[in-house]
């Protein structure tokens, strides 16, 4: 996916004003997805975003501990100035769903597998039962 397009859509879904602040967004989301991914799944997550994000996803070191997905949002919201708990949630959904589009399904159950239960919401891809 080219670097205008992912921008755009993640614009789009967080209803950002300007492209910086869906950078911002982006840019923090994924630095804390890729501290909790490994391996394949992330090596093939980071192909399918723009080369700068794709390198945001690679570079973190691995998470200490799997952060829940309630953490994770408290985590992007510590990241992003002026972020409430309410606003990281709408940022991470804004991110995690443009990001969930571009992996497709296959490659999305297989990072799903890696992250604690229910970032499936966090991904805007709820798990049938």
Known sequence: MRWEAFLAQVRERGEYASAPE???AARVVL??????????????????LPETFELILLNPLPA???????RFVRATAAW??????????????AVLSVVADAAGEDLMRRVLLQLPPDYDL???????V
């Open 22 to 24: 869906a950078e911002r």
């Open 64 to 70: 200490v501990e799997p952060l829940d997905p309630e």
């Open 122 to 128: 966090l991904f805007g891809r709820p798990r049938r």
């Open 31 to 48: 630095a804390l997805l890729g501290a909790h991914l490994v391996g394949t799944e992330r090596a093939e997550l980071a192909a399918c």
């Open 80 to 93: 992003i100035e002026g972020a409430t708990e309410e606003t990281a949630k709408w940022d991470v959904g």
